[in-house]
């Protein structure tokens, strides 16, 4: 069974990550996602659950009105051809639904599936925001913790200049 938002949050306190979840309506789109969050403070960031021709997965995190160029990014991560991942698979190995995806997601790869890649810039911002496993609310919280956090989580993530 997936870990809960409940559970993600209860795993940030263990792990001393101090993190600010604020519930709103679902949002499905980065358009949605900037009408409904009003002025909520930091840089908000897109997820994108990518495999390669290879079979392998990317989880690949990005400010939001980064254009992503699959093409140009698979040289960039050392990927073959890449294309979006399929919604059952997002669902078996990160525990997600599209519009949901997230880098808390990777609370539910144990089985370290997933190669994750952070956009660069967005690592050098003071706050980040993500979706807490639900797309009816967003986490808030201090890059450094979310590299924490994905580490704790066994995955050591590409740091790129997207």
């Known amino acids: 069974m997936p870990a809960t938002m409940d559970d993600l949050l209860h795993r940030l306190d263990d792990l001393g990550i101090k993190a600010a979840t604020q519930r709103h ?3 499905f789109t980065v358009e949605e996602a900037k009408a409904e969050r009003g002025d909520l403070a930091g840089g908000h960031c897109k997820c994108l659950f990518l495999k390669d021709k290879k079979g392998a997965l990317w989880l690949v995190v990005a400010l939001e009105d980064r254009k992503m160029d699959l093409k140009a990014l698979r040289h960039q991560i050392g990927a073959a ?3 979006f991942g399929r919604p059952e698979r997002l669902l078996e190995v990160l525990g997600v639904t599209p519009g949901s995806v997230t880098p808390f ?3 539910n790869d144990g089985a370290r599936l997933v190669n994750v890649v952070l956009d660069r810039e967005m690592m050098e911002l003071d706050l980040v925001n ?3 496993l639900t797309n009816q ?3 808030t919280l201090s890059p450094g913790d979310l ?4 580490e704790a989580c066994g995955h050591q993530p590409q740091m790129v200049a997207l």
């Open 130 to 132: 993500y979706h807490p």
């Open 147 to 150: 590299l924490a956090f994905i």
């Open 105 to 107: 997601a990777l609370i």
């Open 81 to 83: 051809a890449l294309s």
């Open 25 to 27: 309506a679902a949002v």
């Open 137 to 139: 609310a967003t986490t």
